[in-house]
């Protein structure tokens, strides 16, 4: 089957890989993704947003992100930076983008593609990092009082009620 990314989760990945050139990692990993998904609140149009229909779904992936962060009690740009903190420096050189996932990013995308009906959206990739129980993401989530299966399964009822 093929599946289609979103506008927010090509965002995202690219995101990430600025991401792990920061943090000096010779690949992104999943918790880069999760970075590169906290940072959609930054993207501003016209920058890498091709059409009307993207910038859209960019605003539409974005409000639904920020909503359900805002249900229990997170900020999204406070959490971006307290995990940019919390994922330790890797031992590579930096350089200026990291466009390679490790493996255990490639099999986080192909669970969350799973979760997906041919179209990948931040909130798929979401629950996927969240299944990851060795994540930088759960457990700064679980650091903050969330309990992350709650919040796997109000992004799950999120897919009925609107996506």
């Keep these: 089957m093929i599946i289609n990314y979103s506008i927010g989760v090509r965002l995202a990945w690219e995101m990430a890989g600025h991401e792990a050139a920061i943090k000096k990692s010779p690949f992104i990993e999943v918790d880069h993704i999760t970075l590169g998904i906290l940072s959609l609140n930054k993207i501003q149009p016209p920058f890498k947003v091709r059409s009307g229909a993207d910038r859209e779904q960019l605003n539409h992936e974005r409000n639904k992100l920020r909503e359900l962060l805002e249900a229990f009690g997170l900020d999204i740009n406070a959490l971006r930076r307290k995990l940019r903190k919390f994922i330790p420096d890797g031992e590579g050189l930096l350089s200026r ?16 593609g799973c979760l997906a009906n041919r179209f990948l959206t931040v909130n798929h990739l979401f ?37």
Excluded: Q
């Design 97 to 112: 983008d990291i466009f390679h996932r490790s493996e255990d990013c490639k099999k986080m995308f192909s669970e969350a």
């Design 127 to 163: 629950i996927a990092i969240l299944r990851r129980e060795k994540s930088f993401t759960t457990a700064l989530l679980t650091n903050e009082g969330v309990d992350t299966e709650k919040f796997k399964a109000e992004i799950m009822s999120s897919f009925c009620r609107n996506n």
